[in-house]
């Protein structure tokens, strides 16, 4: 059982920059694959950005790539998204997802545990 909980979240203006986190409790994070998805009002949740276990590969949505970073260290069971150049239409609830497999990417269903979710805001 993995629980995950996303921190960081906040408003920010066009163009600034904002790091948000996921920290996993419960044993042997470094098993898990993870990924980050996001949701707008009135829209479906979007994959985002995912990372392996290892941290050695990462993927990326096409409209966050060269502004978006993920990122984990798994010896404190977070896992992170460095968000720079923010646009108004990366306003959405950002949750972090947690897969038992060494690999995922934009496919929810690959996902076995989410987080709650943290509130970004980019006013323009």
């Known amino acids: 059982q993995v629980q995950l909980v996303e921190s960081g979240g906040g408003l920010v203006q066009a163009g600034g920059s904002l790091s948000v986190s996921c920290a996993g409790s419960g044993r042997f994070f470094s098993n898990y694959a993870m990924g980050w998805f996001r949701q707008a009002p009135r829209k479906e949740r979007e994959f985002v950005a995912a990372?392996?276990?290892?941290?050695?590969?990462?993927f990326y949505a096409d409209s966050v790539k060269g502004r978006f970073t993920i990122s984990r260290d798994n010896a404190k069971n977070t896992v992170y998204l460095q968000m720079n150049s923010l646009k108004a239409e990366d306003t959405a609830v950002y949750y972090c997802g947690a897969a038992y497999r060494s690999v995922v990417a934009g496919n929810p269903l690959e996902y076995d545990y989410w987080g709650r979710g943290t509130q970004v805001t980019v006013s323009s």
């Open positions: 990372i392996t276990r290892s941290g050695s590969s990462t």
